[in-house]
């Protein structure tokens, strides 16, 4: 049973244009999310996070929102770039469990110059 | 810092056979996981130490799958016997503090991974 679920596992986005990966997640101990991103034979690489104090947060072209009362969370990258084309993972951390966090599946972006 | 250090980078086994999977952790992080990629089921926790002391094994798949960690700059994942759905990527991760640091972007870092091939 997937506490952390990125329903898409693709998304294909033109050059300058937004890009908005989901997340959705079960767990209502969950209370501070983040976004990782993956390029090919690398490990994945902190990107944003979150508090579940907060319903969004900014840093740069990349905005992460969260909606605690569906569960759902979503990252917003605006102006796309091709360089931003990777695997985003959502993962999130629980209140009760230190430091070990619970990743989604991933999706991969493609943005198109 | 060299970062997270993994070895081997790829390995290709037969069917039967024990592989050991080898982490270097960033010097002065008291947390080691074990994640596995797949397709199927993107990235899983496998394992978790803190402070060279396993926490939370509760995603090792099966009894041929052991981790260890017996010192803060090392930690191996070893499966024995090999089949080829373990044919995945690994990656090992560290962390420097507990919560305190999650919440001050003191994230966990990733090695490159492993990629495992089992024919």
């Known amino acids: 049973d997937q506490q952390v679920k990125q329903n898409s596992p693709s998304l294909s986005v033109q050059e300058g244009r937004i890009s908005i990966l989901n997340c959705d997640y079960t767990?209502?101990?969950?209370?501070?999310f983040l976004w990782y991103k993956k390029y090919p034979a690398e490990g994945p690489t902190f990107l944003i996070s979150?508090?579940?104090?907060?319903d969004k947060n900014e840093d740069g072209r990349f905005t992460v929102f969260l909606n605690k009362s569906a569960k759902h969370l979503s990252l917003h990258i605006v102006p796309s770039q091709p360089g931003d084309s990777a695997v985003y993972f959502c993962?999130?951390?629980?209140?009760?469990?230190?430091?070990?966090?619970?990743f989604g599946g991933g999706t991969r972006l493609m943005v198109k110059p | 810092d060299a970062g997270v250090i993994q070895s081997p980078r790829h390995e290709v086994t037969e069917m039967g056979q024990e592989v050991t999977l080898r982490c270097k952790p960033i010097?002065?992080?008291?947390?080691l996981f074990w994640y596995r990629q797949t397709m199927m089921r993107g990235l899983e926790l496998l394992i978790y130490?803190?402070?060279?002391?396993?926490?939370?094994d509760s995603g090792m798949p099966e009894d041929r799958f052991s981790a260890k960690m017996p010192n803060a700059s090392f930690s191996t994942l070893k499966i024995q016997p090999s089949e080829p759905r373990d044919s995945a990527v690994y990656f090992c991760?560290?962390?420097?503090?507990?919560?305190?640091?999650?919440?001050?972007?003191?994230?966990?870092?990733f090695g490159p991974g492993t990629r495992l091939l089992v024919l």
């Open positions: 993962a999130a951390s629980a209140r009760n469990a230190g430091n070990m966090l619970t």
């Open positions: 979150i508090s579940s104090i907060k």
């Open positions: 767990n209502s101990m969950f209370d501070y």
């Open positions: 991760a560290s962390s420097p503090t507990g919560r305190e640091g999650l919440l001050t972007k003191e994230t966990q870092y």
């Open positions: 010097s002065g992080h008291n947390s």
């Open positions: 130490f803190n402070n060279n002391v396993p926490i939370d």
